[in-house]
């Protein structure tokens, strides 16, 4: 199964997104970016302790993506490995490279 996750920052620099998502392990994620901030951001997920993604190349423990529209997507990922995953959203000026939001949601990956 596939899940999205969508992610929207606001004008006023505010992240809108699930603080859990829920998975089942060999599920795929695919982060959904959109901005209501006309400038280019760059997107990045990242994960501190672990990461779920142990069968994707490079087990990535980091994900960037640069929005060149107003919408960018980040996966799929497959997530294999289950467990209590607390990992970075993080939007930038894709310019100036400021720092406009930086949260901690959380993604469960249960044993399927």
Known sequence: MTHHVAVTLSRTG???YPERT???AGDKLIWKF???D???IRWTVYFHHGSPFIKEPGYPHRFEAFEVARNVQL???SADEPGDYKYGLK???AVSEAKLADD???LIVQRS
């Open 91 to 93: 939007a930038e000026n």
């Open 14 to 16: 505010r992240l809108s």
């Open 34 to 36: 959109s901005s209501e």
């Open 104 to 106: 901690d949601p959380r």
């Open 75 to 77: 996966g799929p990922f």
């Open 38 to 40: 006309d400038n280019k």
């Open 22 to 24: 829920v998975v089942n």
